[in-house]
């Protein structure tokens, strides 16, 4: 059975930091690229950040650029996102999401789909 596993949101102060983790089960993430995705309530998914599986490119939605970092090891069967200077806006349930071999931040595309975390940034 193909699972994801979101973990590591909360809640933190703007400027502050988090790292959320992706766990697989049931599959190796060698060949897949793992996208991040996030949902803000009354607005739809977009794409924040991706990495490929065969060269470990990565790519980020504008809005994060220079602020998150997407990272995998495949030892672990598992991919995280760095993720500093938050700001209110980043608040959202966040979600990895399991796709074909390139980095592509469609979520169409992508196939297997974790339950999300929560990140909500605020003071």
């Known amino acids: 059975q193909l699972q994801l596993v979101e973990s590591g949101g909360g809640l933190v102060q703007p400027g502050g930091s988090l790292r959320l983790s992706c766990a697989a089960s049931g599959f190796t993430l060698d060949y897949y690229a793992i996208g991040w995705f996030r949902q803000a309530p009354g607005k739809e998914r977009e794409g924040v950040s991706c990495?490929?599986?065969?060269?470990?490119?990565?790519g980020y939605a504008d809005s994060v650029k220079g602020r998150f970092t997407i990272s995998r090891d495949n030892a672990k069967n598992t991919v995280y996102l760095q993720m500093i200077s938050l700001k209110p806006e980043d608040t959202a349930v966040y979600y990895c999401?399991?796709?074909?071999?390139?980095?592509?931040?469609?979520?169409?595309?992508?196939?297997?789909w974790g339950q999300g975390t929560q990140v909500t940034v605020s003071s």
């Open positions: 990495i490929s599986s065969s060269d470990g490119s990565t």
């Open positions: 999401a399991a796709g074909p071999p390139l980095c592509v931040l469609y979520p169409e595309i992508f196939g297997s």
